[in-house]
């Protein structure tokens, strides 16, 4: 799998867009790029994924240059509720299905 | 949907005792997954199994680690003897296919004295 370099920290105000960068400059074709988030003393939290084309739900954004060789992960409007670690993962597609989690971005919303 | 449980939420123990982590994985998935959490090392894989049959263990630290899958609906994480230097969370994960994103549960604090 693709190793994917993301910055340790970052801070937000609350109520203004987090923007999340992650670089995957190794990505093979078949990979996907997925983003989950660890709020303290809990079990990583899956946000959203994508392969090439950008992708939105409830939560966030994924936005993926057309190189594929890195990614933004969008939280549109951040509350205090969104402080914790954010990692960015890529996976091969095969059928033995493997995360390996990075150190991620701790990310401090404040008030 | 109850999502991924895992049992005990915490477990102190000495040194030299048998311990064993439970993992009931969400109904249909196929994927179950081990990871260990500790500031130092951050999250590691441990093993992870496919339809009840372990794939990859190559992340299971030494012999006195083992897992087991006896069928789709539970999964044990066993240390034995246990160190203090197996304190950690320990978190158990599915998925319901190669492509799907993992599901984890809350976690096991384990905390070996």
């Known amino acids: 799998d693709a190793k994917t370099t993301q910055p340790p920290s970052m801070d937000c105000a609350e109520g203004r867009a987090a923007n999340l960068p992650c670089n995957h400059s190794t990505i093979s074709g078949n990979e996907y790029v997925y983003w989950y988030r660890q709020i303290h003393s809990q079990g990583p939290q899956y946000i959203i994924h994508?392969?090439?084309n950008n992708e939105t739900n409830e939560m966030a954004s994924l936005i993926i240059t057309e190189d594929r060789k890195s990614s933004t992960l969008i939280l549109p409007h951040a509350t205090l509720r969104d402080t914790a670690v954010y990692y960015c993962i890529v996976r091969v597609t095969d059928s033995w299905g493997k995360f390996q989690f990075g150190a991620g971005t701790q990310v401090v919303v404040t008030p | 949907d109850a999502g991924v449980i895992q049992s005990p939420r915490h477990e102190v123990t000495e040194m030299g005792q048998e311990v064993t982590l439970r993992c009931k994985p969400i109904s249909g998935h196929d994927y179950l997954f081990w990871y260990r959490q500790t500031m130092m090392r951050g999250l590691e894989l441990l093993i992870y199994?496919?339809?009840?049959?372990?794939?990859?263990d190559s992340g299971m630290p030494e012999d006195r680690f083992s897992a087991k899958m006896p069928n789709a609906s539970f999964s044990t994480l066993k240390i034995q003897p246990s160190e203090p230097r197996d304190s950690a969370v320990y978190f158990c994960a599915s998925s319901l296919m190669a492509t799907s994103p993992l599901h984890f549960g809350n976690g096991t604090r384990l905390t070996v004295t």
């Open positions: 199994f496919n339809n009840n049959v372990p794939i990859d």
């Open positions: 994508g392969l090439k």
